[in-house]
């Protein structure tokens, strides 16, 4: 019963202590584009911005045009 008890209590050990680690990662590790978005200007962001939208209003499946 020893055996047993040392063993489940390891694995929750491990468990615990790698959910901690994937936790801290996911809250202090920032995005390329969030950088990279805070590094640019409001101007040069508006001007990529797309000026209409990208599936047409029934949202079904986006046109291809001509050309």
């Known amino acids: ?3 047993e008890t040392l063993m489940l209590r390891s694995l ?3 468990c615990f202590a790698l ?3 994937v936790l801290g990662a996911m809250v202090t590790t920032t995005s390329p584009s969030v950088q990279l978005a ?3 200007s409001l101007g040069s962001i ?3 911005a ?3 939208c ?3 209003p029934d949202g ?3 046109p291809r045009l001509p050309g």
């Open 60 to 62: 079904v499946v986006c």
């Open 54 to 56: 990208a599936l047409p």
């Open 1 to 3: 019963m020893k055996y």
């Open 38 to 40: 805070s590094n640019q």
């Open 46 to 48: 508006l001007l990529t």
């Open 19 to 21: 959910s901690a680690l």
């Open 12 to 14: 929750f050990a491990a």
């Open 50 to 52: 797309p000026t209409s």
